[in-house]
């Protein structure tokens, strides 16, 4: 099957398992180091090769929501009592002081509606609960918002590509387009964002 930038996902996907995606989907989910794995068209292609015979679909929807939720919930975690004291110096190269304030007036005015938008955008959705642990987001509103977001990520994604394999003949013709155009997509919140607070500043600058 064709590589997408180099990588035979669905290859990669035969060869792990239900575990190597468990813990893939967990990494990208909240660990920091987590946010360059490729989520979506891991969980896209591996919805596929459940359409295909390789794997259980009812089990594979069930591992990738579990890791998403237990993923956000470490990266929560760790934002809560790790992230003050390791992100919050003037001069660190990931979080300062003032970006912690930032967090906190971004988490206060979309709330939820943040954990769950984040999940459909790479490095985001790894970097937005740990963010909400330091902003201090309550937990409960945290814990909602992150299983919606899960399930809506996780087991829609997954259920997308099980749905597409099953009704589109010779669907794996395609499916390196697919997955490319699931990237993009993907970004364009991202995209978005940035040259909205690239307008603001600008703005801001011309203002003073």
Request: net charge positive.
């Amino acid at each position: 099957m064709e590589a997408l930038m180099g990588f035979d996902l669905a290859g990669m996907i035969q060869a792990i398992g239900y575990v190597g995606l468990f813990a893939i989907i967990f990494a990208e989910s909240g660990v920091l180091l987590g946010f360059f794995l490729p989520g979506d068209s891991l969980l896209f292609t591996a919805g596929f090769l459940a359409s295909q015979g390789y794997g259980n679909i009812v089990i594979l929807a069930a591992i990738c929501f579990i890791a998403a939720v237990l993923g956000d919930s470490f990266g929560y975690a760790f934002g809560r009592r790790a992230g003050p004291r390791v992100f919050v110096r003037e001069e660190g190269w990931l979080f300062r002081k003032a970006y912690v304030e930032r967090m906190r007036v971004f988490f206060a005015r979309w709330g939820g509606k943040a954990i769950v938008l984040a999940r459909f955008t790479p490095v985001i959705r790894t970097f937005a609960p740990i963010s909400a642990g330091i902003a201090g987001m309550p937990y409960r509103t945290f814990f909602f918002y992150n299983v919606t977001g899960g399930f809506l990520w996780a087991v829609g994604i997954v259920g997308l590509g099980y749905v597409l394999g099953n009704t589109i003949p010779n669907i794996d013709g395609f499916l390196l387009p697919l997955v490319g155009g699931i990237i993009v997509i993907s970004l364009i919140p991202s995209a978005v964002e940035f040259f909205a607070m690239r307008s603001k500043r600008k703005h801001g600058g011309s203002k003073g």
